[in-house]
């Protein structure tokens, strides 16, 4: 599943937890290990006529296997009616009476409780349950959706599904938990005019006799193939009127007539794609079609069912008015979930606490794989940003392990993550790095196949590994050819956070290299925490950053390493190309002499080390680990840098610096300022490649990426351009280049009038381009007033209210982006939660995630007062203050941040007022403060050196 991170809800923290209560609660979720499902025929019939109450009927037949005696037999059920229950002894073919039968709503189970002496072990049942339910509209189980048919104008409805993690119970009675995995025969019943799909190809078609509400209406059976042994949660069927125009290959691709000419694009690329995995995994898809389908309304971003991939429209649909991001995403995308088939499809996480077996893999190939497709987008690139660095940031308050560990329905759902996804691809491909591409490719052939078929555990994926290497005999440069694979990446996938390394070069002789746990939080907790890490590095003499496998090993029992350094090697710089998932920091010298290579000659430095040592300075700075003279000194090389990977490192760092010194209106000023100026560059760069009709996929990213940075911090060059292509839009109907249409309708929307704003929001209800729908709903909330934006978000409370609720959270987060968002999204809160509890879609949700946006983006004391109001409510329910109490941790450590760094922020910007500032907060330790003295006066005499850029910065 391709979920969509900023859907979190919350920042609830999940930690691996011994505790013998909380496993006996955990039981009480998870199904007694006293029998095994073999096999399931379901058959299920929706009924989508508009006449119609938007119900199924549905038999499930499931063999059970027996393991120990019982007379209870617990299966996974939830919002379900059940009608009967046969049960029947295969062995003797005697049928075993049922007492009673109840479900536990909390556990979401069904209950039956039969005739002693019930199932007998080593004993085969065959399980019939007849049941009906309603079709759902939070987009979760078996769930409607509907479209607009452009020819007739009519609301065209379909009936779909989306089981991962724990939502196959609200579609049939089952064993809903990934390890039981069991064969499936599945019939749908549907109108002869509508079409049904499902994870296999259809066996035969069989007319039906249905009369429905006094008409004579045409039902027909589809019987599916059967499956091989799949998990619950990769069940997938749907009935609908879509329509493909796929033909000759394995990919189908399915949406309604209306879009069929936008599935051009990626189904021209979905075989390679397939054919790919197949070629790197050599083993061989093992149906004989897979249908990538267009859901109107989906919850996630996208879901790998076996054989049936499901999408949100916008990641499956192209058209010319999409933008090169888009196209990007969508190959992606479809990468990611096709990497499942084999990484979580074929072999299967056994528990939840595993996630990162399927998602961490399919991560990494949506980019890795499509490289292969896409050699100039430099894909790998992008990577290091989008994944690696996102994951540094997320991770730097220890939230939960790789392996987590998860009881509550709802905690598997929290678990689908940034650690989950990002971390772990992160942290796979530091592994791939630290052995080889033959090693690793091989290590996961024999994995896949070994474990086929089966749900599995981290240690079967490291004892492939270990087998790999073992029988390969291979030795040299090895894991330091002391540990496993498991020994090594149970260091990093068990223990949350992760290190940052020390480089003390004040020996000409030998670099002192220590380790410790990277903290942001304040006061420090002073973590114990050590890994083993595999340090890559080079030096001015020597400059060689594609040696990525590990010359020297820090083993998880020691703090320090020395490594002997040959004289005059001048500056030195480790972790290359960011292929550890760690940190650096260096001395105070070395900061330097690598700044002063950056100015002279940045391409000295590999690009991917460029943009490292800009995100690790300013993260080191936030961390309290090194003062913001550095990375506010590092930036002044970007003049010279022409690669846009390092000006994202820049946008997203400063970014953050600049929403937390909103708080202080004068040195939040100077650090917009500053942030301005760079934007203004980083525009100018990109844009000047782009006027050029430059068809560099990484050009058109950067463009899309660089306007909107520029645009929002009021760069005159990029508001001018924006406007330009607004009004001319906006009079004349000219198409404004889907690159920078987003950047252009936000301009127009804020300079704008509600008339402005009206037509907007028309452009996002009428247009057919999922690009262009998603650039105006940003676009909306860009306006500067008050009024309007509130009325927006109270469209939401409206029966009739044109947004999906797929598009809520976009929505809002797009809204707290801005301080006067921020005032009118507060406001909502403060005045209408009990309306919105009743009147909008999954009202209590809702209600959490908008808290937890405005957690994270509140800065002025104003705004925490009055989040901080909200949350001290007496009326609220527990859910919502256990939810808005997790969510306020997150501006207490923004608070923290600012109190630590503002100070030393302003010396730094008003030097000459720095012996009357306030003295920096007692957080910062004597030692730091004592650098920082150190780290001034260098900085002023790099100054005097540089009278250009002296000059530049005033």
């Given amino acids: 599943m391709l979920k969509l991170l900023f859907l979190i809800a919350s920042c609830t923290c999940i930690f691996a937890q011994d505790d013998t209560e909380e496993r006996k609660q955990m039981d009480v979720f998870r199904l007694p290990n006293n029998t095994e499902p073999i096999s399931y025929k379901l058959n299920i019939q929706p009924f989508i006529e508009t006449e119609n109450e938007f119900n199924f009927n549905g038999t499930v037949q499931i063999t059970v296997k027996v393991k120990t005696t019982t007379e209870n037999l617990t299966l996974n059920a939830d919002d379900l009616i059940i009608d009967q229950i046969n049960v029947k002894n295969i062995n003797e073919s005697i049928n075993i009476d049922v007492n009673n039968r109840y479900i536990e709503v909390k556990n979401e189970q069904l209950i039956i409780q039969l005739k002693s002496p019930g199932l007998l072990a080593d004993q085969v049942y065959e399980v019939q349950i007849t049941y009906s339910g309603k079709l759902r509209d939070d987009m979760s189980g078996f769930y409607k959706s509907w479209y607009i048919d452009e020819n007739t104008k009519k609301m065209k409805w379909l009936a779909v599904t989306q089981f991962q993690p724990t939502y196959a119970r609200r579609a049939f009675p089952c064993y809903d938990e990934p390890a039981f995995k069991t064969p499936f025969s599945i019939v749908i019943t549907r109108l002869e005019s509508h079409i049904s799909l499902s994870n296999m190809p259809i066996a035969l078609t069989t007319d039906q006799n249905t009369t429905e509400s006094s008409t004579q209406l045409k039902y027909v059976s589809d019987h599916y193939q059967t499956t091989e042994p799949i998990s619950t949660y990769l069940v997938a069927f749907s009935v609908s009127e879509f329509v493909n125009t796929t033909k000759d290959q394995k990919v189908y691709i399915y949406t309604h007539a209306d879009y069929i000419d936008q599935t051009t694009y990626i189904n021209e690329r979905a075989n390679k794609l397939l054919n790919l995995m197949e070629f790197y995994t050599n083993i061989p898809y093992t149906n004989s079609k897979i249908g990538l389908l267009a859901i109107p309304d989906f919850s996630f971003g996208a879901m790998e069912n076996w054989g049936l991939n499901t999408y949100r429209e916008k990641y499956l649909l192209v058209t010319n008015k999409s933008t090169e991001k888009d196209k990007e995403n969508v190959i992606t995308i479809v990468q990611h979930e096709l990497s499942h088939q084999w990484f979580g499809d074929l072999v299967t996480c056994s528990w939840w606490d595993y996630t990162w077996l399927n998602e961490a893999f399919a991560t990494l190939f949506e980019y890795f794989a499509v490289h292969v497709i896409e050699p100039d987008w430099r894909i790998g690139d992008i990577f290091v940003i989008e994944q690696h660095q996102k994951a540094l940031v997320y991770d730097h308050i220890s939230r939960h392990p790789i392996t987590a560990t998860v009881k509550e329905p709802n905690e598997i759902q929290n678990i689908f993550d940034i650690i989950t996804y990002n971390k772990g691809a992160s942290v796979l491909r530091m592994l791939k790095h630290v052995l080889n591409d033959d090693i690793f490719r091989t290590s996961l052939t024999l994995y896949l196949n070994t474990y086929k078929y089966k749900a599995v555990e981290p240690k079967n994926l490291w004892n492939s590994f270990d087998s790999v290497i073992f029988d390969a005999n291979y030795k040299s440069g090895i894991l330091g050819n002391t540990i496993t694979v498991e020994e090594y990446m149970r260091s990093w ?332 999204t507060t406001d909502f809160l403060q005045n209408k939660i009990n309306e919105t509890l009743r009147k909008m879609w999954e009202g209590e949700e809702m209600i959490m995630l908008i808290y937890s946006y405005l957690a994270s983006n509140v800065a002025t004391m104003k705004e925490i007062n009055e989040l901080n109001v909200i949350r001290n409510f007496t009326y609220l329910s527990p859910t919502l203050k ?57 900085f002023f005499i790099t100054i005097l050196v540089n009278i250009n850029f002296f000059n530049a910065m005033q």
């Fill in 493 to 824: 996938t068990d223990q949350a956070g992760y290190p940052v390394i020390n480089v003390d070069s004040g020996n000409p002789n030998f670099l002192i290299v220590t380790q410790k746990h990277y903290e942001v939080d304040v006061p420090k907790l002073n973590y114990t925490t050590l890994w083993y890490i595999g340090l890559t590095y080079t030096s001015q003499k020597y400059q060689q950053f594609n040696n990525l496998q590990p010359t020297v090993w820090m083993n998880n029992t020691e703090t320090e390493v020395t490594i002997p350094l040959m004289n005059d090697a001048g500056w030195v710089i480790f972790n290359l190309q960011s292929t550890g998932f760690y940190r650096v920091n260096y001395d105070i010298t070395n900061w330097y002499r690598l700044i002063d290579e950056l100015r002279s000659n940045p391409k000295t430095i590999h690009v991917l080390n460029r943009a490292q040592l800009i995100d690790d300075s300013f993260n080191l700075a936030r961390a309290g680990e090194l003062t913001h003279s550095v990375p506010f000194t590092l930036v002044s090389y970007l003049e010279n840098e022409d690669d846009f990977i390092p000006w994202y490192s820049v946008k997203n760092s400063m970014s953050y610096i600049v929403e937390r010194l909103r708080r202080c209106p004068h040195t939040g000023a100077q650090v917009q300022d500053f942030a301005k100026r760079y934007a203004e560059i980083a525009y100018k760069k990109v844009s000047d490649q782009y006027e050029k009709n430059d068809s560099q996929h990484l050009t058109k990213t950067s463009m899309q990426a660089f306007s909107n940075w520029a645009c929002k911090l009021d760069v005159e060059s990029c508001v001018n351009s924006s406007l330009n292509y607004f009004n001319e839009w906006e009079k004349n109907g000219t198409e404004i280049p889907p690159d920078v249409k987003e950047a252009a309708l936000c301009s127009g929307v804020k300079s704008g009038t509600a008339e402005t704003w009206n037509k907007v929001f028309e452009l996002f209800k009428d247009t057919m381009s999922t690009s262009e729908r998603q650039a105006s709903l940003l676009a909306l909330a860009c306006s500067t007033n008050g009024t309007i934006l509130s009325g927006y978000l109270n469209l939401l409370l409206n029966d009739d209210c044109p947004i999906r609720p797929q598009d809520y959270k976009t929505m809002f987060k797009s809204l707290t982006s801005t301080p006067i968002g921020i005032n009118v």
């Fill in 882 to 938: 256990k939810s808005f109490d997790e969510s306020y941790m997150e501006v207490e450590l923004n608070s923290a941040y600012f109190e630590r760094c503002h100070p030393l922020m302003h010396e730094w910007f008003n030097p000459s007022t720095a012996s009357t500032t306030q003295a920096p907060s007692s957080a910062i330790s004597n030692s730091y403060q004592y650098i920082n003295v150190i780290v001034l006066s260098l």
